[in-house]
């Protein structure tokens, strides 16, 4: 039976120690039910269970009942000790062999009475959870025809109208082209990029969309998978995460099929990309077969791809093969997708993926609503530990903790299980997959292994990991995030921070810092980038070591200066690291190396022998084009690649700087990331909107909005980027020196020609529709007629106004006059097909037909024959 979760645990507690079938549990009860079921094996602690049920009296507290219930005094249960060191009030009943329990409040340490009094309400909403006033508002807006006919009838909306702008820029966006999408987290930016993805590649064709993990990639496997499927378009493996996972045949298979276009969509890691899935992705392009290349997680191109995996900048050489490879009129469209990005990250994705074109931006930059921040300046390590364990044990779960060091994941995890909490894992980069999903499923309670989803039994509520844990999870009703460290930036602090309320439900944001973490912070911050004097040395012994092929040099990465004895272990990747550096700094364009062709008079054994070879060797080469003449000048080289290696130095110092300011309290913290997420662009500046539910410096001397924030920003509302070209226009040769061509309908009987008219425009890439005459019949053919193009319904005149690509506008049959806006389209001048009744008036001419006086005029039947 469904039952609220205060009813639940009485019932589990009255029947102790048999557990009630009966009960649906979900949430925390769920969670508190599993515990109680691992009492019995050691797999749950004291801390556990009472962490659980006071949670559970909270989150009943925050809705008006204040009642406690009865717990058996049982040896299995805790102690009444146990029950008070948490913060509950016990008293005695049942003559002694039970105890009854409430609990009470806490938040983490305030300075004052009115940061108590307000850390206090604040913690009401986080208990709360869906129910909260403080939840974040979308501005929801119906669904484009290309939007459900991709994603399903359980899309008919967009989220946000940041997510409408989005996905309809991804969907214009021209073959060749790069957008770069900022979209905050919980507005949907993996359905902005599969939607066109999965339109396009109903007949064929394949998509690659590139993440951090493995897991993520799994999971996103599992999110599309029965999505694909009821589509009746699945892939021949019907899988779609080329992860380390797979078998060797299922890999060769997906290869093939992505070769040949069969793969719909593939989930893949940067290494996999630039390694395995090298030939069949070239072979798709060159095939005209490769749509999209999606990199999710985009600012860890700059964050990750500067130091440990450089691949995520060496992708850019591929994407460029796969350019000159396709078909003009087939090259993949590139859309890099982020919730936050600063000024470097956004140079970085325009230098590396861009080119040759400019990007097209959509910028829906805003702050997270979800979290409230608390930070505890702790004297030393003795005291932090006393700190961190009272706010994981007070403080709601689902919970991550997050450390810098390996080693001190491992040691908390330790520390947790010691205090009496059995339900913690510790996930950091030494695991491999298979720890990393059993974490997952006992953390989630659900299956992440690709199949459908299955509910399993919650094992862990708490997560000790590095910062790569948790990127893209998809665990929405995280509660609490604590930092028992100083993240050495504050990207890191604030992307780690932003796996809580993925649900929208407001989160916790915990920090406990030392002075020592200044130190370790500031240790990993300057992480040593390569100077230019060791840098030229490299760069000049894999110049040594080069060949010429074709109009390119090929060098052996594993090349090393004359003052090394031996290369050693990551001498590759430091040189990768220079060449992607080299890159940037507009001194090189790198490319993976091309196969060799077979001479015509060589055998089969020997041609298999050398391509095998080649194969195998690949990834120790690469082949350069020098751009810059003067990139073998001694005095230039330094000069270049000093300049762009200060600007990452300079980046990671004002990152660093920028975390200390939010954590000072002297400032909002709110301003402090609204400040570093701002980027330059051209004469202005792209703005990240900024909200804050609570931080020390607002909960101290801020007042506190009706609607729960000190800071709370407008809804995003992007426009969708100019198209850089229209392509060949339908009728062009009509529009003469004007770009609005009226077509119109004299008859009434002609109204249905407009149907035929509208389809005609549209397969022929008109994708943009609107006007009052578009009735409900027309709208629910539009998308069927168009097949795999894109539809776009523009119901509210957005695109109208402020658009300039071209779109079709329908008057009703009724019109005597156009409205305003389509005035001014007129007067702005771009491409437009209106189509219009015979006596519609000029829109600057009352009483004037348009058609006696504009020369781009012809009647709807002619259009047709021309068609």
Not at 628 to 643: A, G, K, L
Not at 798 to 803: C, F, G, N, Y
């Amino acid at each position: 039976m469904a039952t609220d979760n205060w009813t639940g645990a009485v019932a589990l507690f009255r029947n102790w120690p048999e557990i009630p079938s009966e009960i649906e549990a979900k949430g925390t009860l769920r969670r508190l039910l599993d515990a109680l079921v691992g009492l019995s094996n050691g797999s749950t602690g004291w801390r556990d269970v009472v962490s659980l049920t006071r949670q559970i009296l909270l989150e009943a507290r925050a809705r008006g009942n204040t009642t406690g219930f009865e717990v058996p005094l049982d040896p299995q249960l805790p102690r009444r000790d146990q029950w008070e060191a948490l913060h509950c009030q016990t008293g005695p009943r049942r003559g002694g062999s039970h105890v009854y329990v409430t609990a009470e409040p806490w938040w983490p340490a305030t300075p004052d009475a009115t940061s108590r009094t307000a850390a206090e309400v604040d913690l009401q909403q986080v208990y709360l959870g869906q129910d909260a006033q403080h939840r974040r508002k979308f501005e929801p807006c119906s669904a484009d025809p290309f939007w459900t006919s991709a994603l399903g009838d359980d899309h008919s909306g967009y989220v946000s109208v940041g997510q409408r702008q989005a996905a309809r820029a991804v969907a214009l966006a021209a073959p060749g082209s790069t957008t770069i999408i900022c979209l905050p987290t919980g507005h949907g930016k993996t359905a902005v990029a599969m939607a066109p993805a999965l339109l396009q590649s109903k007949s064929i064709g394949v998509s690659v969309v590139v993440v951090p993990t493995s897991i993520l990639a799994v999971d996103m496997e599992r999110r599309t998978r029965d999505l694909i499927e009821r589509q009746g378009h699945q892939s021949p493996t019907r899988r779609y995460a080329y992860t380390s996972g797979l078998s060797p045949d299922e890999k060769a298979e997906m290869r093939a099929d992505i070769a040949a276009g069969r793969q719909r969509l593939v989930f893949t890691s940067p290494e996999s990309l630039v390694r395995s899935l090298k030939q069949p992705l070239e072979d798709a392009a060159e095939a005209g077969l490769l749509q999209y290349f999606i990199i999710d997680e985009a600012h860890l191109v700059e964050q990750w791809g500067n130091s440990f995996r450089t691949e995520f900048q060496t992708m850019s050489s591929h994407r460029r093969t796969w350019l000159s490879k396709s078909p003009p009129e087939r090259r993949p469209v590139t859309v890099a997708m982020s919730a936050t990005l600063t000024a470097q990250q956004m140079e970085t994705l325009k230098t590396l993926f861009a080119a040759p074109q400019a990007a097209q931006i959509v910028w829906a930059g805003q702050l997270r609503h979800e979290p409230s921040y608390y930070i505890d300046s702790c004297a030393n390590e003795e005291k932090r530990e006393i700190a961190v364990l009272d706010a994981v044990s007070l403080l709601p779960k689902p919970l991550i903790i997050y450390t810098t060091k390996v080693v001190d994941a491992k040691e908390w995890a330790d520390r947790l299980h010691a205090r009496g909490m059995q339900r913690v894992v510790h996930v950091t980069g030494e695991a491999n997959d298979a720890e990393r999903r059993e974490a997952l499923e006992g953390w989630g309670g659900r299956t992440t292994d690709g199949t459908a989803e299955e509910a399993t039994a919650t094992r862990y509520d708490i997560v000790v990991g590095t910062s790569a844990f948790g990127l893209g999870i998809d665990l929405p009703d995280v509660k609490t995030i604590v930092h028992a460290c100083l993240p050495e930036t504050v990207d890191r602090y604030y992307q780690e921070v932003g796996r809580g309320g993925r649900d929208g439900s407001p989160s916790v944001a915990y920090l406990a810092t030392t002075r020592q973490d200044e130190k370790v912070a500031e240790h990993i911050n300057g992480e040593a980038i390569i100077g230019a004097p060791r840098a030229l040395e490299r760069w000049e012994a894999m110049w040594h070591s080069k060949t010429s092929v074709g109009d390119f040099y090929r060098l052996d990465l594993d090349s090393y200066p004359a003052d090394m004895s031996v290369a050693y272990n990551t001498s590759r990747s430091w040189n990768v690291r220079i060449l992607n550096l080299m890159v940037r700094a507009g001194l090189i364009r790198q490319y993976p190396p091309e196969p060799p062709r077979r001479c015509e008079t060589e055998s089969d054994a020997t041609w298999k022998a050398r391509l095998q070879y080649f194969y195998e060797t690949a990834n120790k080469y690469v082949d350069v084009e020098l751009v810059d003449p003067q990139t073998n000048n001694p005095d230039h080289f330094r000069v270049h690649f000093e300049s762009e290696r200060n600007k990452l130095l300079r980046d990671q110092q004002s990152s660093l700087r920028g975390l200390k300011a939010a954590l000072s309290g002297n400032r909002c913290i709110g301003d402090v990331l609204g400040a570093y997420y701002r980027v330059p662009d051209g004469e202005g500046e792209l703005r990240t909107g900024i909200n804050c539910r609570g931080c020390p410096r607002c909960r101290a001397s801020a007042q506190l909005k009706p609607n729960g924030f000190y800071r709370l920003a407008g809804e995003p509302r992007p426009l969708v980027p100019s198209p850089q070209n229209h392509g060949r226009l339908p009728l062009a040769r009509y529009f003469g020196e004007r770009q609005c061509l009226s077509l119109w309908w004299q008859e009434p009987s002609d109204c249905v020609l407009v149907v035929r008219l509208v389809e005609k425009l549209v397969r022929r890439g008109i994708a943009v529709v609107g006007g009052p005459g578009l009735n409900a019949h027309t709208r629910n053919l539009l998308q069927t007629t168009a097949r795999t193009r894109t539809v776009i319904l523009d119901e509210d005149g957005a695109l109208l106004t402020s658009w300039p690509g071209p779109m079709m506008w329908l008057a009703a049959p009724d019109s005597d006059s156009p409205s305003y806006d389509v005035g001014d389209r007129f007067a702005w001048n771009a491409p437009t097909y209106l189509i219009h009744p015979r006596n519609m008036r000029h829109p600057e001419r009352a009483g004037t037909p348009l058609v006696d006086v504009y020369e781009a005029s012809l009647s709807i039947r002619r259009a047709l024959e021309e068609l």
